[in-house]
C-alpha cells in the first residue's frame, strides 16, 4: 500500500508539471499564430491510450510515463519528422515565424513551470502558513549518528554558528553545510564554545546520507503512550513520567537512554522516573530487542516553533522569494555533480529515488510542496543548453539572433540526435543507480 500511494503520487505530480510545461509551449504558439499538431500527456510510440482531435491539434494520452510533448509545425524535434521539413515552410509553421517570437515560443514551457512553483507557494503559505525551529529554542543541544561524530560532533552539543555566521533554522544546518561549502562549526560543548572543523573527505558521505539525521535534536524521556502489552505499563509508568535514570545511570534525554537500556536486553532493570516533584524507581523486564514499550513526546511538545501567517496580499511576495530560494538551493546541488572530491553523481537517481521522497501516506501539505520543488527543477533542468531540451534550441535561437544566420536543418536534425542520445544516456543512468542502490 505504500508503494502505490507514492507511486501515485508521483505520477499525479509529474502529470500536472508536464501538462502545465507543455502548456506553456502551447499557449506561446497559438498567440503567434503558430500550428500545434499534437499535446500529449505521457508518450505515445506505437499507439495511445487516449486521444481526440479538436481544430488542428490532437490531444491525448500516451501509455510511456516518461513526460510529454507538443508537436509544434515545422520544428525539428523529438519526433524527428524529416519529411514535413523537406517541404517549403508555411505560414503558420514554427520555422517561418521571426526568431524572437521562436524564442518565446521555446521558453514558454520554463517561464510556466516557475510561475506554478510560485502559485503553489503563495497559496500554500496564505493556507498553511510557514514553520520553523529556531536554532536558539534547540535548548538540550544535539544528537548525532556516526556520521555525526565523524564530523567531530557530540550528543549534547549546541551548534552556535556555521563559519561563524549565525543559523536561524535548525533543520536548515545539513543543507547549508553541504551547499554553503561550509568549513567549520562554532558549538557550545560543557560551557565552552569549541571550533569544530568539518573533513572536507566527510562531504561525500554527507550528500550520500539517507536523511540529514546526522543531525536531530535532543529530547527528554517523557512517556506519551504505551504499546500493546507494554512492560513499562505494567510495571506502573504512567503517561507524564519522564524517565531520568536507568540501573543507576542518569539518563536526563532519550539517546542517553537508549544506550543505557541496550546493555540490559531481557532483563529486569531498575528505571528511575520522575512523576511530578517525586522520583519513582520501577522494576521493568526489556525485550530481548532491550524495549519497554514506551512511545515519548514529539519534539514540538518541547520547542516553541516559530511560525508565520499569511492573507493572500503577503503571500505573493513571500511565495517568490520561496520560489528562487529553492531555485538557488537546486543550482548550487547541481553544481556538486563536477566536484569530483564529493562524489554527488553517485547519488542521482531516477524515478525511483524521486517516487521515494514522497511521503507513505497521502499529505497534500507535502504533495504540493514537492511539487512546487520538482516544477523548479524541470524548469532548470529544460533550460540547460543541451540540444533535445528547451536550452538547446534557447541557445541556437540566441546564436540566430546575434549572428542574424540561421542553423541548417541538417544541423539542428543531427543536435536533436545528439541530444536525444545523451538523454537517454543520463536517463538509463539515473536510473541505473536506483536499481544499483536497491541491491546494496
Known sequence: MVILIKVAQLLLSLSILVIFHEFGHFLAARIFKTRVEKFYLFFDPWF???????????????????????????????????????????????????SWQRLIIMLGGVTVNVLLAIGIYVVMLSWWGEQYLPNAEVKYGITVDT?????????????????????????????????????????????????????????????????????????????????????????????????????GQRTLYYDEFKAAILKHKSEQVNIQVLRGADTVILAITTSERGLIGVATKLPTAYFTFKEYHYNIFQAIPAGTVKAYEKTADYLKSLKLLFNPEVKAYESVGGFITIGSIFPSVWDWESFWSLTAFLSLMLAVLNILPIPALDGGHVMFLLYEIITGRKPSDKFMEYAQITGMVLLFALLIFANGNDIVKLFR
Open 147 to 247: 556520521l555525526g561524530q565523524k564530523l567531530g560532533l557530540q550528543n549534547g552539543d549546541k551548534i552556535l554558528t556555521l563559519d561563524n555566521k549565525p543559523v536561524e533554522d535548525f533543520f536548515r544546518i545539513p543543507a547549508t553545510i553541504i551547499l554553503e561549502n561550509v568549513q567549520t562549526m562554532q558549538v557550545e560543548r560543557d560551557s565552552q564554545k569549541v571550533d569544530v572543523v568539518i573533513p572536507r573527505q566527510l562531504i561525500a558521505e554527507i550528500v550520500k546520507h539517507k536523511s540529514p539525521d546526522f543531525i536531530s535534536v535532543r529530547i527528554p524521556f517523557e512517556a506519551a503512550d504505551f504499546t500493546a502489552g507494554s512492560a513499562a505499563k505494567k510495571a506502573g509508568m504512567m503517561v507524564g513520567d519522564r524517565i531520568i535514570g536507568v540501573a
Open 48 to 98: 495511445s491510450l487516449f486521444k481526440f482531435k479538436k481544430g488542428d491539434t490532437e490531444y491525448g494520452i500516451g501509455w510511456l510515463p516518461l513526460g510529454g510533448y507538443v508537436k509544434i509545425s515545422g520544428m525539428i524535434d523529438e519526433s524527428m519528422d524529416k519529411e514535413a521539413m523537406k517541404l517549403p515552410p508555411q505560414p503558420y509553421e514554427f520555422r517561418a515565424k521571426p
